[in-house]
């Protein structure tokens, strides 16, 4: 398998900020979603081929409510509500993950919050291609 890592702070935003008040973020902060339905973060992943993907995307979300995001690919919908449940402290990082299919190139993949909540905090995406695509990240 091959991995790929997508910093959210690199990304395009869409009604976000780029912070870094809260520890334990990768690269030089974390994307914190405008508490609105429909701000997203999208990132462009390069893909060697056509297939499948293992998207793990690393989040904090301090609250106790599930802060759900709908996964598109090149803009169609890949995964609907991709859950990113409380962690407990918005300094406690995990990972959500989910699978799609890509095409060999550039693919646009979009996390856009659906709740009136807005995304959790967004660190980063790691996108893993090959052997089932079944290494998870730490
Ligand atoms: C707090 C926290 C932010 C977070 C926000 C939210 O303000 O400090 O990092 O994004 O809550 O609820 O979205």
Redesign the pocket.
Known sequence: AASAEYEAENATISKGVV?S??AGYSGTGFV??D?VAGSYVEFTVNSAQAGSARLDFRFAN??GANRPVDVTVNGTTATSNLAFPGTGD?TNWQVAATTVNLKAGANKVRAAATGA??GP?LDKLTVTTGSGDSTPPT
């Open positions: 912070e008040n809260h914190n979603y508490n301090g609250t918005w909540e807005g905090n």
